[in-house]
């Protein structure tokens, strides 16, 4: 039998030797991308959702445009369900993608404890955070998701406040906040330090924990006004907002 790097006349040439395939790079890519995309999307949607903190109105504003009433004239709730159908299947990817690296069975556990303890590597425990907080996020996202997707005409300040109260979703809320916070800024740090080199390992993971903690106070203050809202309106749950100065006519 050959052994690794022996020239005897049994060893295929590199000419001759089976191409390594390119897919399990191929699939690591898209997993960095689709992760990536991700990523900014849960940027971009706790600004938005933030909202509220400036108010009723602000909030109105942000959801009737994602609707786009100030561009139609008229609100298209359907817009944002093609949005939510988008994210999800973003989300199905991601998630295929990243079974690939879960470890599947007890021996492969066993192996990866073992190696954590004896690494003792913040980054090797980061890693294991994104595995239990991504495999919690199969869980947690998807009612969030089916909700926006059935029913995306009802957001808005009083939709949304008394769905946090009344409609007691705040629970799934507090966790699906820190599970993706902790998973999306453990997955962004690994992506630029897995493509911008182990030099600035340090910086990043200041930038890392910088943005975890903005964003965690960030939603935590968001989840305070909308369950402060939902339970200050509780007694008229169902009731629709309407600013007093939107037109005539306006959405709901
Ligand atoms: C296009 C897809 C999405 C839309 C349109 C959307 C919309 C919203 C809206 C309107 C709220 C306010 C509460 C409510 O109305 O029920 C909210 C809250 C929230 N969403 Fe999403 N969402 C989307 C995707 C996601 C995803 C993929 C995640 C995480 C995996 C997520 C996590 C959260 C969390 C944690 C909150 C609570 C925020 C807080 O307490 O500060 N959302 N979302």
Not at 136 to 155: D, N
């Amino acid at each position: 039998m050959s052994t690794l790097g022996s020239s005897s006349p049994s060893s295929p040439t590199a000419a001759a030797r089976p191409r390594a395939s390119r897919w399990p790079a191929r699939l690591d890519l898209a997993q960095s991308l689709s992760g990536l995309l991700l990523g900014l999307f849960m940027w971009g949607h706790m600004f938005f959702v933030s909202s509220i903190l400036f108010g009723k109105d602000a909030m109105w504003v942000v959801s009737r445009a994602f609707e786009g009433y100030f561009f139609f004239g008229r609100a298209y709730p359907g817009i944002v369900a093609v949005a939510v159908a988008g994210v999800a299947a973003l989300i199905v990817l991601h998630a295929m993608l990243a079974l690939r690296k879960f470890p599947s069975s007890w021996r492969q556990w066993q192996a990866f404890s073992e190696h954590r303890r004896t690494l003792a590597h913040g980054d090797t425990t980061l890693w294991w955070v994104q595995v239990a907080t991504g495999f919690a996020l199969f869980f947690l996202a998807a009612p969030h998701l089916f909700q926006m997707l059935m029913h995306p005409e009802a957001i808005g300040p009083y939709e949304s406040a008394d769905r946090f109260w009344t409609g007691r979703w705040w629970p799934l809320y507090l966790v699906l906040l820190f599970a993706v916070e902790l998973h999306g800024g453990i997955g962004l740090y690994r992506l630029a330090v897995k493509w911008h080199g182990d030099a600035q390992r340090r910086r990043l993971q200041v930038l890392k924990w910088s943005l975890t903690v903005f964003f965690l106070v960030l939603g935590l203050a968001t989840f305070a006004a909308y369950l402060k809202l939902g339970h200050e309106h509780r007694e008229r749950a169902g009731e629709i907002y309407t600013p007093t100065w939107a037109a005539p006519g306006a959405p709901r």
